[in-house]
Nanobody
Framework: VQLQASGGGLVQAGGSLRLSCAAS????????IGWFRQAPGKEYEGVSC????????YYADSVKGRITISSDNAKNTVYLPMNSLKPEDTAVYYC?????????????????WGLGTQVTVSS
């Protein structure tokens, strides 16, 4: 099982980034993919998730209206375009796979995790 997050970087406040999560080693359609982030000294925070089977999505209140998660099942990849980025969005972003029903923003629900990608938003 492998989850590879990419697309992070350094961007000015108000800018945009698109994160990608490429999955392999499991049946993609049977899992939801979630994005989480961890800022220095803080707990993991659920950002968004998408169910690969029915396309159901959830967003944290902190990112609603600025992020639209999408899934390309043919490529086993989930995308997280982020707009109007703020300094408080600075964190390491991780993607993870969830085998339960729908999707979840609770980190402990997830079965597999990938390495993170750093997002830094300067003011």
């Amino acid at each position: 099982v492998q989850l590879q997050a990419s697309g992070g970087g350094l961007v000015q406040a108000g800018g945009s980034l698109r994160l990608s999560c490429a999955a392999s080693g499991f049946t993609f359609d049977d899992y939801a993919i979630g994005w989480f982030r961890q800022a220095p000294g803080k707990e993991y925070e659920g950002v968004s998730c998408i169910s690969s089977s029915d396309g159901r999505t959830y967003y944290a209140d902190s990112v609603k209206g600025r992020i639209t998660i999408s899934s390309d099942n043919a490529k086993n990849t989930v995308y997280l375009p982020m707009n109007s980025l703020k300094p408080e969005d600075t964190a390491v972003y991780y993607c993870a796979a969830f085998s339960g029903y729908g999707c979840s923003l609770v980190p402990y629900d997830y079965d597999f995790w990938g390495l993170g990608t750093q997002v830094t938003v300067s003011s």
